[in-house]
């Protein structure tokens, strides 16, 4: 299987993508992971990146493309893989598209975990985490036995500045921007599946699960 997994920031792809690593056998490729090892191995690709990285500027799309063919050509991809974080354009969706055309291969399915704005603020605004011993909480969904203190360590939990409504919003409008182009780039192709990412985490991996069966 070879998928594109796409989502708002909140909608629980690190979860899911764990999960469909796990049942399909396939690695689950995050961009991030990608630069951070290109990086720490000092590879030719790493250290281009990480000259534009350190002065604050975007890593160029060429760059991050060779660096994900790169790890596309690997052994424990052969059988396929869930791209997390790529692409993030349509000029990269089409570079992709050619590197499988190479190969005479090509993509299974762009998956769209699909969670409304509000939902996602309310998910994320809500979270509080525990500075010392790492366990997490929410508001509404899952709170601490005393609203303020960490059950586990006593320690007084916080709202982390990724999660405050302005960070949250911002982060969604971003999203809806860059990544719209690229939904519908898929849907024109016949490649997008979606799935309601509001429901319960083993419901939403239940449905993701018959989609990608489906494609088989």
């Not at 052969?78 to 291969?105: C, H, I, W």
């Not at 911002?170 to 309601?196: F, H, M, W």
């Amino acid at each position: 299987m070879k998928i594109v997994l796409l989502g708002p920031p909140g909608a629980g792809k690190g979860t899911q993508a764990k999960s469909i690593s796990n049942k399909y056998s396939i690695p689950h490729i995050s961009t991030g992971d990608i630069f951070r090892k290109n990086i720490s191995e000092n590879t030719s690709l790493g250290i281009e990146a990480k000259s534009y990285m350190d002065k604050g500027q975007l890593v160029p799309d060429e760059v991050t493309i060779n660096m994900v063919k790169d790890r596309l050509s690997q052994d424990d991809c052969k059988e396929g893989y869930l791209l997390d974080g790529f692409p993030r354009t349509v000029a990269q969706a089409e570079a992709l598209d050619s590197f499988l055309k190479e190969r005479n291969e090509e993509l299974d399915t762009a998956l769209a975990i699909e969670v409304p704005n509000e939902f996602i603020l309310e998910r994320m605004t809500g979270r509080r985490v525990c500075p010392s011993c790492g366990a997490s909480y929410h508001i509404k969904f899952n709170p601490p036995a005393d609203s303020k203190k960490c059950d586990l360590c006593g320690t007084e939990v916080i709202q982390r500045k990724d999660d405050t409504e302005e960070t949250v919003k911002e982060r969604l409008e971003v999203y809806g921007r860059e990544t719209q182009p690229l939904i519908d780039y898929y849907a024109d192709k016949n490649k997008l599946s979606t799935v309601d990412g509001t429901k319960a985490i083993i419901e939403v991996f239940r449905g993701i699960c018959e989609i990608l069966e489906n494609k088989k």
